[in-house]
């Protein structure tokens, strides 16, 4: 079975830097995509960004990117630019892929960002 | 395009009492997800449908929680009866395909008392 950590319960950070979150996984599969979405404080989850195991590049998706070691199995995510809105809980997420049918979207415990003035 | 859609938003239902949850996910998609979340954690997968077939159900409590998706469309999930510990959101949540992100509906909020 696979499994997320993130083990930043709580992150702060400064309005216009930078901030990583990070996000280790673990399993023994090779086929395999990872997600990060966004829960605001009203609730819904939010789609920010995919990497799939056998991409070569790290996906960017405007101010977001994620940083894919795949040795180290991590999947952090880099916000630039941070904005006041950004405020919310950021979830890392898991599937197994195999013969073409995804299994199972896991999540880790989340980790809660807060932008200051 | 329409995303997910969930009734109710919000239940209040006392404990030993049934109570039910509609999802109609977003057109077309094949791929179905419940999912718990309780006060400060991650979603818990309960279920997972491909079409109307069941993916993956490891994780639902069978002996009170139940879901279908009869047509392959909406889904509706079942507690009965209900304890207090099932205090928390329900996520509703579809997929196009493999390896797609997956959209997720506002949620209901269900309190147990």
């Known amino acids: 079975a696979q499994k997320i950590t993130q083990t930043q319960p709580g992150m702060f950070v400064q309005e216009k830097e930078a901030v990583t979150l990070d996000c280790t996984y673990d399993?023994?599969?090779?086929?395999?995509?990872l997600f990060w979405y966004k829960q605001p404080s009203s609730g819904e989850m939010i789609f920010l960004i995919y990497?799939?195991?056998?991409?070569?590049q790290n996906a960017t998706e405007g101010r977001y990117s994620l940083n894919f070691q795949k040795a180290r199995k991590s999947a952090n995510l880099v916000i630039s630019a941070s904005q006041l809105g950004d405020s919310a809980m950021y979830f890392c997420?898991?599937?197994?892929?195999?013969?073409?049918?995804?299994?199972?979207?896991?999540f880790g415990s989340g980790t809660q960002l807060t932008v200051l003035p | 395009e329409a995303g997910v859609a969930q009734s109710p938003r919000y239940k209040i239902i006392e404990k030993r009492q049934s109570v039910a949850f509609w999802c109609n996910p977003i057109?077309?998609?094949?791929?179905l997800y419940w999912y718990q979340q309780i006060l400060g954690q991650g979603p818990k997968l309960l279920i997972q449908?491909?079409?109307?077939?069941?993916?993956?159900d490891s994780q639902l409590p069978k002996d009170r929680f139940s879901a279908e998706r009869l047509k392959g469309v909406d889904s509706t999930l079942k507690i009965q009866p209900a304890k207090l510990e099932d205090s928390a959101v329900y996520l509703c949540?579809?997929?196009?395909?493999?390896?797609?992100?997956?959209?997720f509906g506002q949620g209901t909020r269900l309190t147990v008392v």
């Open positions: 949540a579809s997929s196009l395909a493999a390896n797609t992100e997956a959209f």
């Open positions: 399993t023994s599969d090779q086929s395999y995509g």
């Open positions: 990497q799939g195991s056998y991409d070569e």
């Open positions: 997420a898991m599937t197994l892929i195999s013969s073409g049918s995804a299994r199972q979207l896991t």
């Open positions: 057109s077309g998609h094949a791929t």
């Open positions: 449908f491909q079409n109307n077939g069941v993916v993956d």
